[in-house]
């Protein structure tokens, strides 16, 4: 079963961009949804956005415009771009596939704070 390594985090101001990365070993996963997801402390694990092997995306309603999801089918990589970032964004990160198929990984924590 693949693997995911998310990595990109870090602390950072409100207003402010972060860009989350992650890479999937294994077996390819271009013929599959992809998707980040998010847990908050004290809160059940979200989807935040996820990405078709065509390219659709979609998004949460509270990062609409203002995440954007990629991916790269060839490295088996994913990114998220997060520009104005609010404090409730903070949370640990984490890629899989949607449905969650793969084995989750360690995630990688934004924290937003002035």
């Known amino acids: 079963q693949g693997q995911v390594v998310e990595s990109g985090g870090g602390l950072v101001q409100p207003g402010g961009s972060l860009r989350l990365s992650c890479a999937a070993s294994?077996?390819?996963?271009?013929?599959?949804?992809m998707a980040w997801y998010r847990q908050a402390p004290g809160k059940q694990r979200e989807l935040v956005a996820d990405i078709s092997s065509g390219g659709s995306t979609n998004y949460a309603d509270s990062v609409k415009g203002r995440f954007t999801i990629s991916r790269d089918n060839a490295k088996n990589a994913l990114t998220l771009q997060m520009n104005s970032l609010e404090p409730e964004d903070t949370a640990v990160y984490y890629c899989n596939l949607r449905p969650a198929l793969l084995i989750w990984g360690q995630g990688t924590q934004v924290t937003v704070s002035s």
């Open positions: 294994g077996r390819s996963l271009s013929t599959y949804v």
